[in-house]
Each structure stands twice: as structure tokens, then as C-alpha cells.
Nanobody, 123 residues
């Protein structure tokens, strides 16, 4: 199983980025795909997720700014990030799991992880 995260970079505050998480060895129709982030000196935190059912969920601090989606044909999930602020600066990771709806989501219960992609927002 491999999750390949990409799309990070340097952007000015108020700008946008789209992250991609390309999966191999699993399918996005059978696994939930989550995005986490980890800023320097902090714990890895949940950002957004899309279940295999297509149901989406977001951390409160990104609601209205970030949108998670998927392309089944490409077996890829995306995180569209708009209205970025310096507080969004972090390494972003995608992960996969098969947790049931309502289960607690945190970095300790993911089945698979991708390498991170750095997002830096300059103010």
C-alpha cells in the first residue's frame, strides 16, 4: 500500500493550494481517506476526511475554507485549501483507514500513511 501526497508549497496568506493523495494497493471506494497536519512542535491533528461512502468531515478550524474530494477513476483524494493563513503552515499527511462512522479519528488509529507535503503560508 502506498499513499503519495503532493501539491504543497509556498503561498501568500489568502491564497490557495490543492493537495493530492494518490493511492495504490487500496481503493478510495473501500477506504476512508483523511488529511492530517503537523506544525513544528505540535501534535499531528485531523484536518478533513472523506469516507468510502463519500461522506465528508472537517475540523472546525478549516470549515468553509477547505474542501476534500476524490476521483475514483484516478484513485486519488484531494484537499482544496482556500483563504490560507499563516496558521495553516504545517506538513500535511494523507492517511487511510476503515473505521466505521462515528469512530474517534486521530493519528493513532490510521492504517496507512503517506509521506508529508510541506505547506508554508507567508503573511
Amino acid at each position: 500500500v502506498q499513499l503519495q501526497a503532493s501539491g504543497g508549497g509556498l503561498v501568500q496568506a489568502g491564497g490557495s493550494l490543492r493537495l493530492s493523495c494518490s493511492a495504490s494497493g487500496i481503493t478510495v471506494t473501500h477506504y476512508n481517506i483523511r488529511w492530517f497536519r503537523q506544525a513544528q512542535g505540535t501534535e499531528r491533528e485531523f484536518v478533513a476526511g472523506i469516507r468510502w461512502t463519500r461522506a465528508t468531515s472537517y475540523a472546525d478550524f478549516v470549515k468553509g475554507r477547505f474542501t476534500i474530494s476524490r476521483d475514483v477513476a484516478k484513485n486519488t483524494a484531494y484537499l482544496q485549501m482556500d483563504s490560507l493563513t499563516s496558521e495553516d503552515t504545517a506538513v500535511y499527511y494523507c492517511a487511510a483507514d476503515r473505521l466505521i462512522s462515528g469512530a474517534t479519528i486521530n493519528h493513532e488509529v490510521m492504517d496507512y500513511w503517506g509521506e508529508g507535503t510541506q505547506v508554508t503560508v507567508s503573511s
